[in-house]
């Protein structure tokens, strides 16, 4: 069972879930990833529903975080977190 594709890259990523699991609606819950997760934002031209019940999911691979630090904002509670 795979977790939805690397967004930049495309890699598969393997759900770090159980098989059991992954027979639920939640499954993009990868191994060696993060899941990013947007109910629209004011001012996009692709996506703002303006419903809490509506949003959009991507993965996104640790290689592709660990490559692009200057891609993403971390709070300052985060920023020791990560590696
Ligand atoms: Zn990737």
Known sequence: MNSLNCFRCNCPLQF???PRSAAKAVRNQP???LVFRSYGNYGSTFFD???????LEIAI???CMRAQPEH???SEGAR???E
Not at 49 to 55: C, H, N, Q, T
């Open 49 to 55: 529903p303006m419903r809490e019940s509506a949003y």
């Open 80 to 82: 020791d977190s990560y």
């Open 72 to 74: 993403f904002l971390a």
């Open 61 to 63: 691979c640790d290689g």
């Open 31 to 33: 191994n060696d990833g």
């Open 16 to 18: 770090a879930g159980s």
